[in-house]
């Protein structure tokens, strides 16, 4: 029977609720360590020797997991626009890095990349902890402390695969001096519960910024997109998902120097179908629990050829003393928006919230496991679904859940054999 309550870091995976963050495995290194799982995403390995006990210097796990719990602390959302259902908003700007080749290369504008590196650069920050490509593997993430300018904007650029910058939370503990930290929301909001768990970590925090994100596919999702261009995924010397452009495209170069592409639609279409589950139950997908949300300001048709720009919630007074800094010493420039432009910017994401409402209904209903939400609003969001959206989102979780397994265990004792034995 399934462990209901999510007493342990092996349940939560058992579940299929872990996000691949890898705040446990930061918290418990002699005990876990992260590898990717092609099929399903980065998990924390080995899965079974977790507990999930109060014991140990580095704090529970579970206690900071992601995947079982997201909360916002009383009075978070006093004051918050549309009653709090986007989380703590304190104003919305739209935005785009003043260095044009980074403007260009960056997904949206380059703008999360320039107010990290201006972090460094203006001395506020050592670091800036991030994702970039696997030198080893370009469809692999390796998470990095990047302390200069040519590092930090050398990984600008989408990254729509699994990654696990919890996992190296170490780097920035240990840091002479305060760190950015750049990661999706799920990631940022296990940074803020990592931080009440090891007071030395949230000492070192100059700045979190959480990337819009609508979800992570899987390794073996992208490997498809690649060989629907007719090349070998082996073969692949670079991999780029998005950027030179806004969107951009999704771009592949092989070792030999030959060259493929494909539209950002076409491969977020099909990567999209390959995410994992907890990341169709997740009611956060601009960043609630960071300093700065930044994402793609969709709120208008894009012309052709036309430079990036990034829509910037301001969610906490670090925040926006971060934004007003690099606005003021010409990093990044930009305008205020009125707060509707947010829900006309990421048309989707109300009706998506209130589905997720009545999957988790579904879940409970059918006595799966389930992540516990606080003070993140659903249900009257469910409320206003048309009645057929209604009935999509508790009937249709019903059918996923026996089209995915979700009564058996995520990943299984071969398939993390493998994934120990490719970590090496």
């Given amino acids: 029977m399934k462990d ?34 092609p099929r399903v995403g980065r998990r924390p390995l080995p899965i079974a020797a977790v507990t999930g006990g109060a014991g ?13 719990r997201l909360e916002h602390p009383a009075g978070a959302l006093d004051g918050a626009p549309y009653g709090g259902e986007w989380g703590p908003v ?14 260009h290369r ?62 190296r939370l170490d780097l920035v503990e240990e840091a002479e001096g305060p760190c950015i930290v750049v990661g999706k929301p799920c990631d940022i909001a296990a940074v803020r519960t990592a931080g009440e768990l090891r007071p030395a970590l949230a000492e070192r925090l100059a700045l979190t910024i959480g990337i819009f994100c609508a979800g992570t596919p899987s390794t073996a999702a992208t490997g498809q997109v690649i060989r629907s261009l007719g ?22 170069v092989t070792a030999g120097g030959d060259s493929a592409s494909t539209t950002y639609e076409k491969s977020w279409g099909a990567l999209t179908k390959h995410r994992q589950w907890r990341c169709l139950i997740c009611p956060d997908h601009t960043g609630e629990f960071a300093d700065l949300g930044i994402g793609d300001p969709w709120y208008r048709k894009l012309q052709e050829g036309e430079s990036g720009r990034s829509l910037v919630i301001v969610r906490t007074e670090r925040g926006r003393a971060a934004l007003a800094t690099a606005l003021a010493d010409g990093v990044v420039a930009g305008h205020e928006l009125p707060l509707e432009r947010l829900r006309e910017s ?26 516990t939400y606080r003070g993140m609003p659903a249900f009257r969001l469910w ?8 009935v999509t989102s508790t009937g249709g979780t019903w059918r996923r859940v026996r089209a995915r397994r979700l009564r058996r265990p995520e990943v299984g004792a071969q398939e993390a054999q493998e994934a120990r034995e490719g970590r090496r």
Wanted: charged share 20%; proline share 7%; glycine share 12%.
């Fill in 231 to 252: 090349v070998d995924p082996a073969e692949v010397s670079r991999l780029d998902y998005r950027g030179e452009g806004w969107p951009g495209r999704f771009r592949v």
């Fill in 106 to 167: 960056g997904s949206s504008g380059g703008v999360v990349s320039a107010l990290s590196a201006h972090g460094v650069t203006s001395g506020s920050a050592v670091g800036v902890l991030q994702i970039q490509a696997a030198k080893d593997d370009p469809l692999q993430n390796e998470t990095v402390l990047n302390r200069t300018y040519e590092q930090i904007v050398g990984a600008a650029g989408s990254r729509y695969s699994p990654a696990s910058p919890c996992e």
């Fill in 90 to 103: 304190l104003a919305l700007y739209e935005c785009w890095s003043t260095d044009p080749d980074l403007r």
């Fill in 383 to 390: 409320w206003k679904l048309s009645l057929r959206d209604k």
């Fill in 346 to 371: 990421q048309p989707g994401l109300e009706s998506t919230r209130g589905a997720v409402w009545g999957r988790l209904l579904t879940m409970r209903l059918l006595g799966l496991p389930a992540p």
């Fill in 56 to 68: 140990g210097a580095g704090g529970n796990p579970v206690t900071a997991c992601p995947g079982r």
């Fill in 4 to 37: 209901r309550s999510l007493s342990t870091i092996g349940a939560v995976v058992d579940a299929h609720l872990c996000t691949g963050c890898g705040v446990c495995a930061y918290l418990r290194p002699d005990e876990l360590a992260m590898a990717d799982v």
